[in-house]
């Protein structure tokens, strides 16, 4: 390996992860039709309804029943990054917001001291195969954080910016800029008590995509940070003359420039960085705290409380037939993002 690159490791289901990050999920399924029932045409039969994560014939329903996806369950302790590239999701919570979001939207969940939540995948086109597309990131809360009132966000694609970089020979490199500035192009705010919400923090989460053969310098990061190139689709990527090829996340080193070039089937690759909180982390299923007797509360108190009111008719609730774009936040206010094209 060249000078730049720290570590690899392969990519499966659920890629590797270095703090401020606790995990990332890349769910690409390629579902069939829908029925009236915003479920898969032809059924699940086969399938270990409740617990599919089996990819047959390329796709999942993970816990759904009916509809693809994740009914309700609480987190407390972290905070969730769900980058939805296709497909559309119904997010339903118990602070009582709820959105229908995708195509380059982006939904930030600070958890907090606690909520619960449901992200289903409803089949909206009939005729058509419905293909879903997300990465869903896990950031981690420092410490003095972690029971903070929890947060629903939406960063809509619209606002999201992109910086397109031209090399010599004239092929692009788009990096969509998620979280933290790249050459002064500042994305969205993330929530207040998010740990990317601290600029000493330097979290940076942005979608690279390079064009067959492209030529770009990646600049460095802060002194501290820790970053991972997570190359998840295309040819190959040569990071500082090494090749790494697709399938592959490499740590490289981020307080110096990077010489970046694609292959010639080009590439793509998401980018997670931040400084580390270098705290102690216990961890149950769906909470991350410090302690294992903070774990052992949070199941308590979610025992009591269920993190607040679930004020919805079932535990996987959908939001309708319309390939329209929403979001209502708890204090009743609705945002609607007009009729998507699907794509």
């Not at 086109?125 to 896990?138: G, R, S, T, V, Y």
């Not at 959908?318 to 007009?338: K, N, S």
Request: proline share 9%; charged share 15%.
């Amino acid at each position: 390996m060249g000078n730049a690159i720290i570590e690899q490791v392969p990519l499966g289901s659920q890629w590797p992860m270095i703090d401020p990050f606790l995990f990332c999920a890349h769910h690409n399924d390629l579902y069939p039709p829908g029925t009236n029932d915003l479920g898969p045409v032809g059924g699940t039969a086969g399938r270990n309804i409740g617990s599919d994560f089996s990819g047959k014939d390329g796709w999942s329903m993970y816990h759904g029943t009916v509809v693809p996806g994740f009914p309700m369950h609480p987190h407390r302790g972290f905070e969730t990054i769900t980058f939805a590239r296709r497909g559309l999701i119904d997010h339903s919570d118990s602070l009582g917001a709820a959105a229908r979001f995708g195509r380059g939207d982006v939904q930030w969940v600070t958890a907090g001291a606690g909520i619960s939540h449901s992200e289903m995948f409803p089949l909206l086109d009939h005729e058509a195969p419905n293909h879903f597309e997300l990465f869903q990131i896990w950031l981690n809360l420092p410490a003095a954080s972690k029971m903070v009132a929890p947060h629903f966000t939406m960063l809509w694609s619209e606002d999201i910016p992109t910086v397109t970089f031209t090399d010599a020979n004239g092929q692009t490199t788009t990096v969509t800029v998620i979280a933290g500035q790249l050459n002064g192009v500042e994305p969205p705010s993330p929530p207040p008590e998010s740990w990317a919400a601290n600029p000493a923090s330097d979290v940076a989460i942005w979608h690279l995509v390079l064009n067959p053969s492209a030529e770009w310098v990646l600049p460095p990061a802060a002194a501290g940070s820790v970053r991972t190139l997570y190359v998840f689709d295309g040819s190959t990527l040569e990071i500082d003359g090494d090749t790494v090829t697709a399938g592959t996340g490499a740590v490289v080193d981020a307080a110096r420039p990077v010489d970046l070039a694609a292959g010639s089937g080009g590439v793509e690759v998401l980018l997670l960085q931040g400084r580390p909180l270098a705290e102690p982390i216990s961890r149950y299923g769906p909470f991350v705290m410090n302690t294992r007797a903070e774990i052992e509360q949070a199941f308590r108190d979610y025992e009591r409380t269920r993190f607040g009111a679930w004020s919805w008719d079932s535990l996987d609730p959908v939001h309708g037939t319309e390939q329209r774009r929403f979001a209502r936040y708890p204090d009743g206010t609705i945002d609607t993002r007009g009729v998507s094209t699907p794509n």
